[in-house]
């Protein structure tokens, strides 16, 4: 493969975890996971977990198995759902103390986002703002193991660790961070309240259908996205409504949309990012919220990709990429969630600044429509009361 120039492309990297165990009570086989990811007998383990997790009893089980197993296991639960640099230092730390040879994140996005960094620090100086950026630690991280506990962030295959510092998100990127084994017990979700689903899992239909919309999608990408989208699309209502099975399915689905995230997120996480630098919300609700308008300022991507996204939003109903955004907007409402700034409680006249902190503190280079100040500003404008219209109309074509 060569580009236009003659010199040869530089070719796309597909990373997933060597090892996903999935089914009902799969934490409590948590020792032989470590020991066949390396973990050496008789070590101390680093367990950075959900603190709803430790204090309703749902880890007793596995942090028992451990024990039992030879592991000695040290239980960390100091992270909020907004993951800050000084948690995660604090923590590591902990881990270079206590000699941990293995760590096990069980979580949501911030807590295995933290369980990797963890993981670089317990064997590399410094803290987690000198690792910020793309990065490859000299000394090797000890095992990881990450299981997650909501159905939506994917984060348990992903090479990334988002952590906030001085108020703003800072992204690490490193391939140490995807995991020696992946855990995925649907026992862990079954019992989450209804909004977490919506929200979770509106977070996994976003990073699916971005990574469609994402200049470096391909095909390996795609096919994990359009199965991601296609679960998120069929089962959250009944995920959301209280059916077990299908939360189990949106597991699966949060999974799939991580591996989609080899091709990274685009114009609709910058939004969510400086939307809730105004108003406070969960990640996947201005995820969720972003994603029918980033799909309107993105309709020129490449024919072939639009099509793909808007039949895999519309069970193969259409091709038309306002369809799948109304589809959209629509399931965003029916699990509760905002579809507008008025219905999400963003401050009447916050637009400039949302745009101007979309466009500056996180552009996007893989998204395919350009981002600039003025029509992320229109567009922003159009989410206030959800036109749609108007939201197409920013990046309308003529020819079109």
């Keep these: 493969m060569t580009t236009s120039g ?18 009902a009570g799969a934490l409590t086989s948590l020792a032989s996971g470590l020991t066949s990811a390396g973990a050496p007998a008789r070590s101390s383990v680093l367990v950075a977990a959900d603190a709803v997790l430790v204090r309703h009893g749902l880890l007793d089980g ?21 993951l800050t640099a000084e948690q995660v230092d604090a923590a590591a730390a902990a881990a270079r103390e206590a000699g941990a040879h293995a760590v096990v994140g069980v979580g949501g996005g911030s807590v295995l986002d933290a369980a990797k960094m963890i993981a670089l620090l317990a064997t590399n100086e410094g803290g987690s703002a000198d690792w910020f950026g793309v990065v490859e630690p000299a000394d090797p991280r000890p095992p990881l193991v990450l299981v997650p506990t909501t159905v939506g962030t994917g984060a348990e295959v992903t090479r ?17 961070f995807v995991p020696d084994l992946v855990v995925l017990d649907q026992e862990l979700v079954a019992s989450l309240p209804p909004h977490v689903k919506a929200s ?6 976003a990073h699916a259908a971005e990574s469609v919309l994402s200049t470096n999608s391909t095909a390996l990408t795609e096919h994990n996205a359009v199965e991601a989208i296609r679960i ?39 939004l969510g990012y400086a939307i809730n630098h105004e108003k406070p919300m969960a990640h996947g609700t201005s995820t969720g919220l972003a994603l029918a308008y980033t799909i309107a300022y993105d309709q020129n991507v490449d024919e072939r990709r639009g099509k793909l996204l808007a039949r895999a939003l519309t069970d193969g109903e259409s091709e038309d990429l306002r369809v799948a955004a109304e589809r959209v907007q629509a399931l965003v409402r029916r699990v509760g969630q905002p579809a507008t700034l008025e219905e999400a409680g963003v401050p009447a006249g916050a637009e400039d600044e949302i745009a101007r902190r979309t ?22 404008s159009a989410m206030r009361d959800g036109d749609l219209d108007r939201a197409f109309a920013v990046t309308a074509r003529k020819d079109r």
């Design 62 to 82: 596995a942090l028992d198995a451990l024990r039992t197993g030879g592991f000695e296991p040290t239980v960390l639960t100091d992270f909020g759902p907004e």
């Design 359 to 380: 466009v500056e503190l996180y552009p996007r280079p893989t998204n395919p429509e350009g981002m600039d100040v003025e029509r992320v500003r229109a567009l922003v």
């Design 160 to 176: 990334i660790s988002m952590i906030t510092e001085g108020g703003e998100k800072r992204i690490a990127s490193s391939r140490s």
């Design 6 to 23: 003659g010199a040869p492309a530089a070719p796309s990297v597909f990373l997933s975890p060597p090892c996903t165990w999935t089914g």
């Design 232 to 270: 998120a699309m069929a089962e959250l209502t009944a995920a959301y409504d209280g059916d077990a099975d299908a939360t189990g399915r949106m597991l699966v689905a949060a999974y799939l949309a991580g591996l989609a995230l080899n091709s990274g997120v685009v114009l609709g996480h910058s």
């Design 200 to 205: 979770t899992g509106l977070d996994a239909l």
